[in-house]
């Protein structure tokens, strides 16, 4: 076998063994959230934020126990995962007046703090 094939597959293994330890991204999710959303995002909604069990794919600014911002009851449509995105790397670009303010700036992160909220039933 010449080196080059060697490499490949030396390659290969290695990308393999990472990928299999990378964590699900709904765990990675979950350990964000708790680091950096759960202060205000609970289980049940509170006058610093609202619960987020069921916010994925729910109509934005549509929970009846809370009282949103103007910025957030002015917007129509969904939580999908592009507004969910969307809101999550620039919170007052998305609805200027939000109370949040604290952005998730890398596309990764978000990715997982959204596919954690697609659990939180």
Known sequence: ????????????????ALMSVQPAAAQDGARLFNLQC????????????????????????????FTYSAGLKSRSGAWTDAN???YLAKPLAFAPGTRMVT?????????????HMKTLK
């Open 1 to 16: 076998m010449n080196r080059t094939a060697l490499a490949l597959i030396a390659l290969g293994g290695v990308t393999s």
């Open 38 to 65: 759960r202060t205000c995002h609970g289980d049940k909604s509170t006058p610093m934020g609202p619960t987020l069990a069921g916010a994925a794919g729910a109509p934005i600014a549509g929970r009846s126990d």
């Open 84 to 86: 969910l995105d969307a």
């Open 103 to 115: 952005a998730v700036p890398s596309a990764e992160n978000r990715a997982a703090l959204i596919a």
